[in-house]
């Protein structure tokens, strides 16, 4: 759902060490990190390792691995997290292609005892900004 | 309001026609509310709880103070508050049957104090949770409406059971919702034009039309059906658009007969005016007049909560001016009683 908005447009940055861009939730409402269950982040055609990947939000910095006990804490639907990938870019030098797939636990929607996990993949091309 | 027109039910709008606004960071809920009674497309208000307050269920008291200045200042009325039964929340287990209890009591209690008169609960709300609840929705003076929502019927196993529950506690806050998307003739062609314009090929798109003709009036488990379809998908090579498809082609498109709604009338507590087009003046496969003949004629006098959804595959239609326009067919039909009154 929202494939098409999962990468913020533009929110690809350069930093010091690494990189940054803004993840949108692939669904229509607010879910608890828990739901959270998987990331894959390609740039430029190479694999990004998830467990190198670091998730913002609200101040507070996850790796994919601490996501799964954080039932009470809730990724609203308007926040974008922020993933900080060990990759550096030179702001400047081109468009880079950024390929992310989400898996999102849907917590409702439950048959035979298994939970939908959705996954919705989204590519743009985009320069990154310093 | 004249005394004939009371007499009927009343239109009004789910934010979720708008998500792809709100999500896109194009709208507030603020510029939401506003635009909906600019464009009159009032005056029933319908809100999903996790989609436009922050902290849902636990919001911060000057949200929801600004939130009901809002609502009075343009002159809406809240028809419904969704809530969400998230029996999975946790990554470990299912939520129990107490546990989920009072994660939806809280919701009733949002609802409560909003004033809102319905919460919109879901299917994973077995019968002994929706008993459970029951003494408080009556206490906080807020209606339980279990949707009814594609491919699910009035008579799924699960909807049986729940009708003899209400049968069985006769309590006027125990209700159901019906979804209009639950009885629909096919396959909405804006859906089959978006998927063909990303390159999915017309074989598989006739292919799946073919199997969806075929679940018509046959029982079937919504995730083996899905299933199914995406394999099918994915045959055809359909790669990263296999899930959607599937889940938009069985999930959102039911085969219920209009007509089978008015069994369970009487409990019908707020409606989902579900639709995903509106070209030439009709929806090409959601029956409105014949749904609100269906509505009218067994005594439902409470809001058709226009909800658009054509947004998942459709980016470019404005979703107010659709609303507007399936708003004039639904209101055209009512008006037939309104003279006939």
């Known amino acids: 759902m929202l494939g098409d908005q999962v990468i913020a447009d533009g929110s690809l940055r350069a930093l010091e060490r690494g990189a940054t861009f803004a993840l949108r939730m692939p669904w229509y409402r607010a879910l608890p990190l828990s739901c959270l269950e998987g990331l894959e982040v390609r740039i430029d055609g190479e694999e990004v390792p ?23 804490t809730w990724w609203y639907v308007a926040d974008p997290i922020e993933v900080t990938l060990p990759r550096s870019l030179a702001a400047g030098d081109g468009e880079h292609e950024l390929d992310v797939t989400v898996a999102l636990r849907i917590p409702y929607i439950v048959e035979s005892g298994h939970p939908l996990v959705m996954r919705e993949r989204c590519v743009k091309r985009m320069e990154a900004r310093r | 309001m004249s005394p004939g027109a009371s007499a009927l039910p009343r239109l009004g709008v789910t934010l979720y026609s708008f998500t792809r606004d709100f999500h896109a960071g194009r709208a507030t809920l603020e510029e939401l509310v506003a635009r909906v009674a600019r464009e009159g497309l009032g005056p029933g208000l319908e809100v999903i709880g996790f989609q436009s307050f922050r902290g849902f269920p636990h919001m911060a008291a000057e949200d929801e103070r600004r939130f009901l200045e809002l609502v009075e200042r343009h002159g809406l ?45 879901q299917n994973q709300a077995s019968p002994r949770v929706v008993e459970r609840l029951l003494p408080h929705a009556e206490k906080r003076r807020v209606k339980l409406g279990m949707e009814i929502h594609a491919p699910e019927t009035v008579r799924s196993p699960w909807v049986l059971a729940l009708r003899e529950l209400y049968a069985r506690l006769d309590s006027p806050y125990l209700g159901f919702i019906p979804d209009f998307g639950a009885s629909t003739r096919g396959i909405s062609p804006s859906m089959f034009e978006a998927f063909r314009a990303k390159g999915v090929s017309d074989d598989l798109l006739e292919e799946i039309a073919r199997r969806w003709r075929e679940l018509d009036g046959k029982e079937f488990e919504a995730h083996e059906e899905i299933g199914r379809f995406i394999a099918l998908a994915h045959e055809h090579g359909a790669g990263d658009h296999a899930v959607n498809l599937a889940v938009f082609a069985v999930g959102i498109h039911g085969h219920q007969e209009a007509s089978a709604w008015s069994e369970i009338l009487p409990h019908v507590v707020h409606v989902h005016g579900k639709f995903f087009d509106i070209r030439d003046g009709r929806e090409p496969v959601v029956a409105l007049e014949e749904l609100i003949d269906v509505l009218v004629a067994g005594g439902y006098r409470g809001y058709i909560s226009s909800e658009y959804e054509g947004w998942h595959w459709d980016t470019e239609s404005d979703a107010f001016a659709m609303v507007a326009r399936q708003q004039a067919v639904c209101r055209a039909a009512l008006e037939r009683y309104a003279r006939s009154s």
């Open chain 1, 50 to 72: 998830p467990e190198t990947l670091e998730l913002t939000l609200a101040g507070r910095s996850y790796r994919l691995s601490d996501l799964s006990p954080l039932h009470d």
């Open chain 2, 77 to 121: 009325e809240l028809s419904c508050l969704d809530g969400n039964v998230d029996i999975a929340l946790r990554a470990d287990r299912l939520l129990d049957e107490t546990e989920l209890v009072e994660y939806l009591q809280a919701q009733i209690d949002a609802a409560a104090r909003l004033g809102f008169p319905v919460l919109r609960i």
